[in-house]
């Protein structure tokens, strides 16, 4: 049935004409709705009448038969006699099914019928069932699978590797090139793509999952036991238990260096040209100071350890003065205490003792 068609629609563009259309647009819209549905209607009807004609033409007796000619259930070309007479043509697609089983049946393809003799051959390309029957009912159908049917395979340019649409029959491997795995198994199949487990890629392993956010370094992997070469890496914090260190190892004196740790082969130099006041890492070193005397700073602000060793050097001809603030400075074998005077070109030693008390002896000490 024909639609209505609808008024011009409204438009922003034209506002001058906007409600008038707007309103004759939405009055129009019900009637369409009806003819629309009316319409659906109908064409429902021809398609239900369609399907209706289509089952009657293949039920037709024209198109049905029966035959009592002896076949073995198989793929390939069957030639039975049915009654005379019949509409069958050529490439129509049939059903030979067991009249008392219907489980055993062949479908295929016609290549020839005569009608005055009833002699028809068809190509079987799908089978269900086995044996050998007398009693078969024929009947149009279109092309179909069935569940664990044998499929033909000559028209396939290599029809080796199929041999039943069953999953648990199907064999063979299709081809890298064309999507597949070039095997027939797992295992083969993943050497074919360079997928092989300990060679191309590992195995899961539930330990793997304490590296999945781990950054991965640059340069070498360090391992826990195997031997390996480090070269300009910073230890934060070692545990080192032994080890060698050879003649050209060289130990940086950052930090704070205890006094029951390993120590200098000699005794380096900090060099200096005015007044001073000692570090932490002065420990094990001599100063070479040249002007401005040297301080020790009192405990409370740079705690060295008991049993930290300076070495103080007078690089002038002039006396310099080795200062204490609040804590006590001792010169060795007498009862003198407070800051001590090196004579030009004087070496001393200083050497704690206690938390506060530093002992100081020497040549050149006043």
Not at 29 to 41: G, W
Not at 195 to 222: E, M, Y
Not at 247 to 274: E, H, L, Y
Not at 333 to 357: E, I, P, Q
Request: charged share 5%.
């Amino acid at each position: 049935m024909p639609i209505t068609a609808l008024p011009t629609p409204p438009s922003r563009t034209d506002a001058a004409n906007f409600n008038v259309r707007a309103e004759a647009f939405l009055g129009a819209l019900p009637t369409f709705v009806t003819q629309a549905n009316a319409l659906a209607t109908e064409t429902n009807g021809y398609a239900t009448n369609a399907a209706a004609s289509a089952a009657t033409a293949i039920n037709a007796p024209g198109t049905n038969a029966t035959s009592t000619t002896s076949l073995a259930i198989g793929t390939g070309s069957k030639s039975l006699t049915v009654q005379t007479g019949k509409a069958f043509v050529v490439g129509q697609w049939v059903t030979i099914t067991s009249t008392a089983s219907p489980a055993n049946w062949m479908h295929g393809q016609i290549t020839a019928y005569t009608s005055g003799t009833g002699a028809l051959f068809v190509n079987v390309g799908m089978t269900g069932g086995s044996g050998t029957i007398a009693s078969w009912t024929v009947a149009l159908a279109a092309p179909s699978q069935g569940t664990n049917a044998l499929l033909a395979t000559g028209s396939y340019a290599d029809p080796a590797w199929i041999t039943s649409l069953s999953a648990a029959k199907l064999t063979g491997s299709i081809g890298i090139a064309s999507g597949g795995t070039g095997a027939p198994d797992a295992a083969t199949a993943r050497a074919n793509l360079g997928l092989a487990i300990g060679t191309d890629v590992q195995a899961f392993n539930a330990t793997l999952t304490s590296w999945a956010g781990k950054a991965v370094p640059a340069g070498v992997v360090v391992g826990t036991t195997d031997g390996q070469t480090l070269t300009n890496k910073t230890l934060t914090s070692p545990a080192i238990n032994g080890g060698t260190f050879n003649a050209a190892s060289t130990v940086s004196d950052s930090g704070t260096i205890a006094t029951g740790s390993v120590g200098f082969r000699g005794v380096p130099q900090n060099s200096k040209t005015a007044a001073y006041t000692l570090v932490l890492t002065d420990n094990g070193k001599h100063i070479s100071i040249t002007t401005g005397g040297i301080v020790i700073p009192a405990n409370a602000s740079v705690a060295f350890p008991i049993g930290a060793t300076i070495v103080i050097y007078n690089d002038s001809a002039t006396a310099q003065t080795i200062s204490i603030t609040t804590d006590t400075l001792r010169q060795a074998s007498t009862a003198n205490t407070g800051s001590r005077t090196l004579d030009g070109y004087g070496l001393a030693t200083l050497v704690k003792v206690a938390a506060t008390t530093w002992v100081i002896t020497g040549a050149g000490l006043n």
